[in-house]
């Protein structure tokens, strides 16, 4: 018996209420149907398939309370609830979502196994979730999109599949914007109706290359340097504390954000050409 | 008055650091996204600028009172919404943080100001936009303001009258300091009547204290912060550490050292968020009545050590959060994931384990210390 299941929150929640069903049964999981069919004929050409996340429409919520009846109380505002935590998951590069299906199987119920699970499987699920979250946030940090007259554009290449994430969330600060983040393949378009397309939209690169803004409109590049040296507080210099929260890695999705931390790694030179020169001029 | 034209000899470049700078000391933030973080590891979030640097006030700390020699410039409003529309749109800032000199009395200076506010909110602005008001605001344009600012307040800078008096002569502590605080108090409750529902901006009370620019003790300020916590639904106070500004009538005090603005923030969060007040946090000044370069919470625990252990798995909300190591968000998560049964769950919630271990139990056993361990020898 073979569960073939859409890799999505709805997919894997309906895996996990089948396999509660038939615990025997081997998990396959794909993107599309296309990709289902493809896999299934070359591995179980002949075994019996339960195809499910596919076409359904179903309430996300209602699903996580039958695959979860137990233990809400234990999560906190502050947890990601269930859902989230699923969807956070799907987004990692190394998750299988196969292997989420049966962790998920594995809690027998119990919601709060997510959070304090004590095998090395759930530590490891729980890590995914707080990479990809973290993944998601520095994104938000240090990204810093081309401004053309209505389109916002950025190009990014995340750790894990969070471009679509990053592209609604610009969105939702510039409403009277289109947005477009470029993740590998693939580009996100965000407030299309600007653009007279749909509200969201995930489209090839070349179909939207047109309308990708070669420069910015206003490029704030200099004055934001002007005014982020005029902040530095010459007695307060933290090398250790500046460089954790301006990390390297994560300074790169940017050219403002990169300088950002060369500044941080080198301070701020006081003394510039220009005043040697008029130094040397007042001098004569 | 109008701002004089002959700050506009500046580049636009020389204008914004001049007046950046003026605000540097300025700490204001939202609690969302940082986008950078300078060298001294604070973080960049807004958009600081003065408007002008102009300045009627004769505030005998501050860098820009009147006749004082120094380089004196202005942003005209349309610059200030174009660099911060910029700065906003480049994913740089969240918003914007306004301040200004007293450009002739308080109530021009805080037009130009709400000019500014309403600029922006005009152009489908959404993001966030702190107004630093004068003293002595008047009362209609508090209102105007509860409508485009998600913050405002008017600084304190010390705990009393007279020494108002002392550092800033022009106005007049009980009438242009409390009295507005009291003000923007009631219109930002009048505000959460209205629009609690519908998404507008529902402004916050703040203030500003300079710490160390005269020899009042952390008590007094800490007292005052209460007080206005109580009386004027202060959402935080903010602290400036005093440095000495040459050509100043304190130019010879002494600088505060930097700790002693860090220790007044946390115990401003114990009042906050932590349920403490003013009294709890009595116990552990020194006999002159300052703060010691510690970490507040950890002073407490110590000063009460009958408090501890606490047992994680039967003690109430109030004792949990007086753990140093654990905050209120570990707190909440601790009580509705009880039973506990080690320290990697209580990790998994958020607490400082090598804080906390000292001063919790769980399940009944806890770190033994050397005072129990001798007690239990003899």
């Keep these: 018996m073979i569960i073939l299941f859409k890799a999505t929150v709805t997919g894997v929640l309906l895996a996990c209420l089948e396999l509660r069903q038939r615990p025997e049964a081997d998990l396959v999981f794909a993107c599309d149907p296309k990709e289902g069919e493809t896999k299934l004929k070359m591995t179980y050409p002949t075994a019996e398939i339960i195809r499910v996340g596919f076409n359904s429409k179903v309430d996300n919520q209602q699903l996580a309370k039958r695959v979860f009846p137990d233990g809400w109380h234990r999560i906190t505002n502050f947890d990601s609830p269930p859902l989230n935590y699923i969807e956070l998951v799907l987004r990692h590069r190394k998750c299988n979502p196969a292997e989420l299906v049966r962790l998920l199987h594995g809690c027998e119920g119990e919601v709060d196994g997510l959070y304090c699970g004590k095998e090395r499987l759930y530590k490891r699920y729980y890590r995914y979730m707080c990479e990809v979250k973290n993944n998601y946030h520095r994104l938000c940090m240090f990204v810093r999109p081309v401004c053309g007259d209505t389109v916002l554009y950025v190009n990014v290449t995340p750790k894990n599949h969070v471009s679509d994430m990053l592209c609604r969330w610009l969105a939702v600060r510039n409403p009277d914007r289109a947005v477009i983040v470029v993740g590998g393949k693939f580009a996100y378009v965000c407030n299309g109706e600007i653009l007279k397309m749909q509200h969201f939209l995930k489209t090839s690169v070349d179909s939207i290359q047109h309308l990708i803004p070669s420069e910015d409109s206003a490029n704030p590049e200099e004055l934001w340097d002007t005014y982020y040296k005029s902040q530095m507080i010459d007695n307060r210099r933290n090398h250790s504390l500046s460089k954790r929260l301006q990390p390297r890695g994560d300074s790169g999705y940017s050219t403002m954000s990169k300088k950002d931390r060369y500044f941080v790694e080198r301070g701020i030179p006081t003394s510039t050409l220009l005043d040697f020169v008029n130094e040397k001029q007042g001098g004569q | ?378």
């Design chain 2, 1 to 378: 008055m109008s701002i004089p034209s002959d700050g506009y000899h500046f580049t636009l470049h020389e204008r914004m650091r001049y007046l950046s700078s003026g605000t540097k000391y300025d700490s204001c933030n939202q609690s969302a996204v940082c986008h950078a973080f300078g060298p001294d590891g604070r973080c960049i979030q807004l958009y600081k600028t003065l408007l002008t640097n102009y300045c009627a006030g004769e505030c005998t700390y501050c860098p820009n009172r009147c006749h004082r020699d120094v380089r004196r410039v202005s942003l005209s409003p349309e610059e200030i919404v174009k660099i911060t529309w910029d700065f906003y749109r480049k994913n740089a800032i969240e918003g914007l943080f306004l301040s200004s000199g007293v450009i002739g009395d308080p109530e021009t200076t805080t037009e130009k100001q709400l000019h500014v506010a309403r600029l922006l909110r005009n152009q489908g602005f959404n993001g966030y936009i702190h107004l630093r008001l004068m003293p002595g605001t008047p009362f209609h344009l508090l209102q105007e303001v509860a409508g485009v600012a998600n913050k405002f307040g008017v600084n304190a800078e010390t705990t009393g009258s007279v020494n108002y008096s002392e550092i800033c002569p022009n106005f007049d502590y009980k009438n242009d300091v409390l009295q507005r605080l009291n003000w923007i108090c009631k219109l930002i409750r009048k505000q959460r009547k209205l629009h609690r529902y519908d998404h507008k901006i529902i402004g916050a009370n703040d203030t500003q204290f300079v710490v160390g620019a005269l020899d009042e003790p952390d008590r007094d300020i800490v007292n005052t912060v209460h007080d206005f916590m109580e009386k004027y639904q202060l959402r935080r106070p903010y602290f400036m550490s005093f440095d000495p500004v040459p050509d100043t009538p304190l130019e010879n005090g002494s600088t505060s050292p930097k700790w002693r603005e860090q220790r007044l923030y946390q115990v401003s969060y114990l009042l906050k968020d932590y349920g403490l007040d003013s009294g709890h946090i009595d116990q552990i000044y020194n006999d002159d009545g300052f703060l010691l370069n510690d970490d507040p919470k950890l002073e407490l625990a110590r000063v009460n050590p009958e408090m501890f252990p606490v047992e994680i798995n039967s003690a109430d909300y109030s004792s949990l959060l007086r753990v140093p190591g654990i905050g209120p968000i570990s707190a909440s998560r601790i009580l509705r994931s009880r039973p506990i049964y080690g320290e990697d769950e209580l990790a998994r919630m958020g607490v400082v384990i090598g804080r906390a271990r000292p001063f919790i139990k769980i399940g009944g056993s806890g770190q033994t210390n050397l005072i129990q361990f001798a007690g239990e020898c003899t």
